[in-house]
């Protein structure tokens, strides 16, 4: 099986990772000049609850990097477990991932049903050291996209682990810290570990899952 690093980057090229940083300072920027601009905002329950605004200035910015191209993916808004609402699943060639707020970066986002479910993906789709039982594919591997929580001083691709309810089998550096996207002439730099084989393996299990039984 393919290690979740390099699945992660087949699904999201490391070209595209500096767009995610963009698409949540824009959004964490446009919630300071509303909480600026309307009055009943400035109390203090309201500020309390700035990280709900946060989440749906950051969903609407993501879907609009979506439709404009910046980020190659398709996107729905699928419901929780329990009807209070809904989010934004991130729809890739051969995965999903979802965003989440977090206070600390190497700590899962709190459970919650869709999550839990996207982790029993996970464990069939990726080696992990702590499962090492074939298992039979699912539903789409699933990673989530997680970010600071009132401050934007880091962001973070992670697959959660499938033994963990708090940690992660592998977690991006910090996003937040990329350099701005360069051209160069010159071919990309060979990674030696990346086994082409395991990934295109995995990609077909999920296409035949898909053709067994249609939209997963």
Request: some cysteine; proline content about 6%.
């Amino acid at each position: 099986m393919p290690s979740p690093e390099n699945f992660v980057q087949d699904q999201i090229p490391r070209t595209s990772w500096h767009t995610v940083p963009t698409v949540l300072k824009t959004a964490y920027m446009a919630v300071d000049q509303l909480i600026k601009d309307t009055h009943f905002l400035h109390i203090e329950s309201a500020q309390d609850n700035k990280g709900r605004l946060i989440s749906y200035a950051t969903d609407y910015f993501m879907a609009q990097a979506i439709e404009n191209g910046a980020i190659d993916c398709d996107f729905r808004w699928k419901n929780y477990a329990k009807p209070t609402g809904r989010f934004l699943e991130m729809r890739f060639t051969h995965s999903t991932a979802s965003i989440s707020q977090v206070s600390n970066p190497r700590k899962q986002p709190r459970n919650v049903v869709f999550r839990e479910n996207a982790k029993f993906s996970n464990q069939a789709a990726f080696a992990f050291p702590e499962i090492q039982e074939e298992q039979e594919i699912t539903g789409l591997p699933h990673f989530l996209i997680v970010h600071g929580h009132q401050l934007l001083n880091f962001a973070h691709f992670g697959i959660p682990s499938a033994s963990s309810k708090t940690e992660y089998s592998w977690l991006s550096p910090n996003l937040m810290k990329l350099p701005h996207a360069t051209i160069s002439d010159g071919p990309a730099p060979e990674d030696t570990d990346f086994n082409f084989d395991q990934l295109n393996l995995l990609k077909e299990d999920i296409d035949k899952l898909r053709n067994d039984y249609g939209e997963i």
